[in-house]
């Protein structure tokens, strides 16, 4: 047999198209292709929207050592950075350093000023609010209509209602915020929308701030214009981290919540430890199994190269764009064996769902005290709730930063 002759034409044809879209059987798996990738070449190249060709990596343990990497950097104002879509590309020259975007030394003198409120200790505290804000939200759920949408009667407030207490953010303003937060995030959008979206998010941020530079309260945001007072930070540094908090702080809780409920939903057996169970350490298990086995954040983490890089028997060259799939790396069967199984008794923790290294979730803590809340209190308190639509009627999200359900019809 003739031997097959590859020349750059056919490479050039071999590089898959990123984003990959999900296979219609299971809401829940990752894009088959991404899997296939992980399997055949857990670090190489994909095409995206701008014809560029980053490097995707789908391995677990690929993802450790690059998220921790110094010489792998999040700084999008460099020429080559791997931009989600052609909007953050037009804006990256002109957004503000933030926790987000910025590298040691920088990174870590901005993330300094905001570790304090988010410290397990602290954190803690909040448990017992936390439990009355869920127990008065599934009452009212329960007095309400019935079917309902969980998203709106619990998964969203929960979450917004708690950033907002733990910023200092009236409540009130919630659905301005949330419509806001989900424009700025959505890839699908009219960029113009989007960027009006930050900038009233920023607006909203700055007037309040200033009011607490004058007259702080016992909240976060207070805390930072209190390092504003004491020249430890810019009024603008501090703005920029009360919007990404903000941002972070509820949309990805609210996805979790509602997905986590339909993947409980459509696995009776599972649900059904976290209903019967007492014990906390159940619990917390078994949010780590749902992080991993959901991981919502399903857009990258978007990272860019500073020196040359030698992994896998590759070289990711100095400029070179990175794009971690942390939804491969969480279904990495090396690493989770029958990955493709919710199951809530599985060591779980060492998941990616948070990212890795000096920029791993700020916010983990709270969003695992939340999740633990309730998962522990909805089953329980509403041991009939089902799905009132079936499952194939449901609309996924796949434009935002997080993947999830646009509404979840439940009933009891
Ligand atoms: C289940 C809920 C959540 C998930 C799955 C999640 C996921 C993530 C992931 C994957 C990253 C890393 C991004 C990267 O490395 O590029 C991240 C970063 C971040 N998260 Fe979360 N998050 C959640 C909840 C929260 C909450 C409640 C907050 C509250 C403030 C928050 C605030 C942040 C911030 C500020 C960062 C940036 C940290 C940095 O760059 O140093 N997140 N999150």
Not at 9 to 28: H, K, Q, T, V
Not at 191 to 217: F, H, V
Not at 316 to 330: F, K, M, P, Q, Y
Request: proline share 8%; net charge negative.
């Amino acid at each position: 047999m003739a031997e097959t002759v590859t020349g750059p034409a056919d490479d050039a044809a071999r590089i898959a198209e990123y984003p990959m879209p999900r296979a219609s059987g299971c809401p829940f798996a990752p894009p088959p292709a991404l899997e296939a990738l992980r399997e055949e070449t857990p670090v190489t190249q994909v095409r995206i929207w701008d014809g560029s060709e980053p490097w995707l990596i789908t391995g677990h343990a690929q993802q450790r050592a690059l998220l921790a990497d110094p010489r792998v950097s999040n700084d999008d104002h460099f020429g080559s950075f791997p931009h989600v879509s052609e909007y953050r590309a037009q804006i990256a020259p002109f957004t503000p350093r933030m926790i987000v975007n910025t590298d040691a030394p920088e990174h870590t003198r901005l993330r300094r000023m905001v570790t304090g409120p988010f410290l397990i200790k602290r954190i803690e505290k909040l448990r017992e609010p936390i439990q009355k804000i869920v127990d008065d939200l599934i009452d009212d759920m329960l007095a309400g209509p019935n079917p309902a949408d969980l998203l709106t009667a619990l998964a969203l407030p929960v979450p917004s209602l708690v950033i907002s207490e733990l910023l200092g953010v009236p409540y009130a303003d919630h659905e301005f915020f949330q419509r806001n937060s989900s424009l700025a995030l959505d890839r699908a959008a009219p960029p113009a929308e989007s960027q009006a979206a930050s900038r009233a998010m920023s607006d909203y941020l700055d007037k309040l701030l200033g009011e607490k530079l004058t007259d702080p309260g016992d909240d976060t945001l207070s805390e930072l214009a209190g390092r504003v007072n004491a020249g430890e930070l810019t009024r603008s540094e501090a703005v920029h981290m009360g919007v990404a908090m903000l941002i972070a702080g509820h949309e990805t809780t609210a996805t979790m919540i509602s997905l986590g409920t339909l993947a409980l939903l459509e696995n009776p057996e599972q649900l059904a430890v976290l209903r019967d169970t007492e014990d906390p350490k159940v619990v917390a298990n078994a949010v780590e199994e749902l992080l991993r086995y959901l991981t919502i954040v399903h857009s990258g983490l978007r990272r860019v190269a500073k020196e040359d890089i030698e992994i896998d028997g590759r070289t990711i060259r100095a400029g070179d764009g990175i794009l971690v799939e942390i939804t491969a790396a969480n279904w990495d069967r090396e690493v989770f064996p029958d990955a493709d199984r919710l199951d809530l008794s599985r060591p779980a923790r060492h998941h990616n769902a948070f990212g890795y290294g000096p920029h791993q979730c700020l916010g983990q803590s709270l969003a695992r005290l939340e999740l633990q809340v309730v998962y522990s209190t909805l089953y329980r308190r509403v041991p009939t709730l089902r799905l009132a639509a079936p499952i194939e009627q449901l609309e996924f999200d796949n434009s935002g930063t997080t993947y999830g359900v646009r509404c979840l019809p439940v009933t009891w």
